[in-house]
Structure formats: structure tokens, C-alpha cells
């Protein structure tokens, strides 16, 4: 089944593309992309041989292999042949020199490799029409069989996308494909940036470069239910600082107000209007929550991220897109000042 441009039956015929365009034996190939714990390849040629003549469902394997190797898209494999060699040579082109991305063998768990299949494997069979947003996956017994790993593997798998929101665990009811408004295939974009705590810094500077522009398009919000959600979220950490300023155990109001911070800063997203900005800060800020400190310790940190938060809200409120961005931009340096990230 074809969605826009992308065909998952396209994948077999450009991994062959990429291998000879890297110029590569089928042997070459396995050694350099699908090297094993114990140094052998972690399949046979007559095996890829076969996946790149007939396809076959451990080509996401390979590919998932290719694109944490080589930082590639995975979605890319998807295209038509010529599309895909057109990015290919792009690619090819501005990477060509650079022997740290072509010879740097990097070591990554295989619950990363994991997740990415899982991540292929599911955006396969939404846009096959097998499965469908808000649909129950396949116990962790069936996955784990049908992809050839141990079922404590897929679990923790399961979780990583889970934190992403790509899926939703329910106790005690299974596993369902996300049923929220945010596009499922938006989450793919970046998740294994997340898998990496090294990567933090540029999570970062993609979080903010977010932020700062959906400030400026909430600006132009009409939807006043979002502007009236808005302003409740920042008159109640106003109520929530001047009631505890003069608190010398004020722990209470500090985890309210560091609530009210995400709130603040998801609901901006929203009334950008950008499903996918509010989706990828919507993961991003879940992901750091998870990497950072706890967050404010003092009431002297409160002061300041309130007082931020009020140049923020009234820059949107008076519709003023560049004080919004920079009012923004300011806050998030700050932040980055104040908790342990």
C-alpha cells in the first residue's frame, strides 16, 4: 500500500541500491553493517541474497542495522528507486570525507536496534492498512517470536516506545497503538536521538529551536479555548509563587509549579497550531524529565522561571511574535542553567 510517496515494498530492491552504490560485495556488506557480539556476521550472504531479490521481513532488520550506522532516515528505503537514489547521492555527497561515519564502528545496544524494528514494523503495517491508530498489537510472545528475539527484549523495547508516545501500555490490557491527535509518524523522526544519552546537547538545541518558533506562531493563535487554557495554566503558578514566597519548605509549590511549567510550555505548542511541533516537544520535554535533575530546588528558581514565564505570556498575548520568540529564547537558556541537563 502506498502513503504519498512512501511504498515499504521499495525496501528490497534499495538496499541493494545502497550496497552497490557504497561499492560493496554482499560479504562486504554483512561485515560492516550486521556485525554480531561475536564478530561474525549476524547473517549469511545467501540470506541477504535472498532478502534483497525476494524481501522478506528481516530486510527492516538490515535496515535498521544501515541507519543507526550510518544516521540515515529509515523512511528513505521506502521511497521509489530513483527518489531514493537521488537522496542516496545527496547524501553520499556531503558524507563522502567523513571516515568517522564511514569506518567508526559504534557500539549500540541491540535494545536500540530492537526499537527501531519495532518502530519499521509498526509504521509497515499502519500504512499496509493492517493496523490502524488506537488498534492492540501483538502480546510481547508474538513480537518476540515473529522478530526473532527474547520476549524480556521486546518488553523493554515496548517501553522505549512507550516513553515516546508512540504506544500506549495499559496494565492488565495490552498494548495499543497511540489513539492521540499527534502524527504517529512524526515520533520516528527523532527517536534514537533519545536512545543516546550523548545526544542530549542536540535534543537541546532541537528543543529550543521548537520552543522559540512555536512562541512565535502562538502568537497568531485565533482558537480561544487554547489563548483561555493558556492563561489559566500561567495565573495559577502566579497564585502558586505568591503564596509560597515567603515558605521556607516550599517542596509542595515547587513540584506544582514544575508541573505547571510543562503545561505551560506543551500548551504554547498547541496554540501553534503545529500538530507535529506540539508532538515533538511533547516527547522531547518527556525524554529530559527523564535525563535532568529534579528540577526547581529553590524558591529563588521559581521567582525566576515565573517572571520569564509572565515576558513570555504577554509577548502572545499582545500578539507580538518577536518579543515571544526571544522572551523564549531567554528562558530556555536560563533553564538550561538551573537543572542538571
Not at 528507486?81 to 564511514?102: I, M
Not at 535525563?291 to 517572571?307: H, K, N, P, Y
Amino acid at each position: 500500500m502506498v502513503d504519498g510517496k512512501y511504498n515499504s515494498a521499495y525496501k528490497k530492491d534499495n538496499i541493494r541500491q545502497l550496497r552497490r552504490a557504497l561499492k560493496m560485495t554482499q560479504k562486504e556488506f554483512l561485515e560492516y553493517f550486521l556485525q554480531g557480539p561475536d564478530g561474525k556476521p549476524a547473517m549469511s550472504v545467501a540470506t541477504l541474497s535472498n532478502l534483497e531479490s525476494r524481501g522478506g521481513e528481516r530486510v527492516n532488520e538490515i535496515i535498521a542495522a544501515v541507519c543507526m550506522k550510518l544516521q540515515l532516515d529509515s523512511m528513505m528505503f521506502s521511497l521509489e528507486q530513483q527518489e531514493f537514489l537521488n537522496v542516496l547521492e545527496n547524501y553520499l555527497a556531503t558524507h563522502r570525507d567523513n571516515e568517522c561515519l564511514f569506518k567508526k564502528n559504534e557500539k549500540k545496544g541491540n535494545i536500540s536496534q530492537l526499537v527501531n524494528r519495532l518502530t519499521m514494523y509498526f509504521a509497515d503495517e499502519i500504512l499496509e492498512g493492517r493496523l490502524h491508530r488506537g488498534d492492540q498489537i501483538e502480546s510481547d510472545r508474538e513480537l518476540a517470536k515473529k522478530l526473532g528475539v527474547g520476549r524480556s527484549a521486546v518488553r523493554e523495547a515496548l517501553k522505549v516506545l512507550d516513553v515516546l508516545g508512540m504506544i500506549d501500555i495499559r496494565l492488565g490490557q495490552g498494548t495499543y497503538i497511540t489513539s492521540r491527535e499527534s502524527n504517529f509518524f512524526s515520533v520516528p523522526l527523532s527517536w534514537s536521538l533519545f536512545l543516546d544519552g550523548e545526544q542530549v546537547e542536540s535534543i537541546l538545541e532541537v528543543r529550543n529551536i521548537l520552543e522559540c518558533k512555536a512562541a512565535s506562531l502562538a502568537c497568531t493563535c485565533t482558537d480561544k479555548s487554547k489563548i483561555d487554557r493558556l492563561t489559566e495554566i500561567y495565573y495559577r503558578m502566579q497564585k502558586t509563587f505568591r503564596e509560597n514566597e515567603g515558605n521556607d519548605n516550599p517542596q509542595q509549590a515547587l513540584q506544582e509549579a514544575l508541573n505547571a511549567d510543562i503545561e505551560f510550555h506543551t500548551c504554547i505548542a498547541d496554540c501553534s497550531g503545529n500538530q507535529i511541533i506540539l508532538s515533538m516537544i511533547s516527547t522531547i520535554r518527556n525524554f529530559l524529565r527523564r535525563v535532568s535533575g529534579t528540577g526547581m530546588v529553590t524558591i529563588d528558581q521559581l521567582r525566576a522561571v515565573f517572571e520569564e514565564h509572565q515576558k513570555i505570556y504577554g509577548a502572545i498575548i499582545s500578539g507580538n511574535e518577536k518579543d515571544a520568540h526571544d522572551a523564549m529564547s531567554i528562558h530556555l537558556t536560563n533553564s538550561s542553567h538551573r537543572y542538571d541537563i
